[in-house]
């Protein structure tokens, strides 16, 4: 099992560009979760995905949007980036079931500049 | 403003020594998690408390939920270089579907 794999892993852009942040997970979890990690400021949650079809706002979602694909597919996509932006993104996967603590398994990162 | 606070923020020790990271909250969580976060790296779920007063013991890791619910002590005996690493505690409320990370705390253990 590869866990959760994100793409690409290293990516640089131009102030305006757009680009999509693609997340897998094969462990058949039902939430899945963007966040972005900037120096001293642990993990800010952008949007989650509790089940397939849904979608809601985290702690910091603007100039972010995404597609729960399937059960195993999460996107994020940013539109016109801006150098603020500038991180390295995460995606994680959680089990939601009755027994769950909302554990969280995490792929390795996007790390994204934006000149 | 951070809801789960972390202290201290950057520890440097050497090989052989004792160390105890904070996490405290006013918020109670009905679970709370440690992760350990290695350079390059995406974070990796050391330990769940889900009991107020439970201490769980992962070799040389203590971990300890405040009898409140509130806060967490992570207390590392005998520090190993392998230790190194940023530490991030993350609450889970009841009625909310993600969690809440601190800041973390970034361990340096030199050989």
């Known amino acids: 099992n590869a866990g959760v794999t994100q793409t690409p892993k290293f990516q640089v852009l131009k102030t305006g560009q757009s680009m999509t942040l693609q997340c897998a997970q094969d462990?058949?979890?039902?939430?899945m979760y963007w966040y972005r990690q900037d120096p001293g400021m642990g993990l800010r949650l952008i949007y989650y995905?509790?089940?397939?079809?849904?979608?809601d706002k985290g702690e910091v979602p603007n100039g972010y949007n995404v597609s729960r694909l399937n059960k195993r597919e999460f996107s994020l996509r940013l539109e016109s980036a801006a150098p603020s932006q500038t991180s390295v993104y995460f995606c994680?996967?959680?089990?939601?079931?009755?027994?769950?603590?909302?554990?969280?398994?995490f792929g390795p990162g996007t790390r994204l500049t934006v000149l | 403003t951070q809801l789960l606070e972390q202290s201290p923020q950057f520890l440097s020790i050497q090989e052989g020594e004792n160390l105890t990271v904070y996490c405290n909250s006013s918020?109670?969580?009905?679970?709370l998690q440690w992760y350990r976060q290695e350079p390059g790296e995406g974070p990796v779920l050391l330990v769940t408390?889900?009991?107020?007063?439970e201490v769980k013991k992962l070799k040389r890791l203590t971990f300890q939920f405040g009898d409140a619910r509130k806060d967490s002590s992570l207390h590392i005996t005998a520090a190993q270089p392998g230790d190194t690493g940023l530490y991030l505690c993350?609450?889970?409320?009841?009625?909310?579907?993600?969690?809440?990370f601190g800041s973390g705390t970034r361990l340096q253990v030199q050989p």
């Open positions: 462990m058949n979890h039902n939430s």
């Open positions: 408390v889900v009991t107020g007063g």
């Open positions: 995905s509790a089940s397939e079809g849904t979608t």
């Open positions: 993350a609450g889970d409320r009841t009625g909310r579907r993600a969690l809440t």
């Open positions: 918020s109670v969580f009905s679970s």
């Open positions: 994680a996967s959680s089990s939601s079931g009755v027994s769950s603590y909302n554990e969280q398994f």
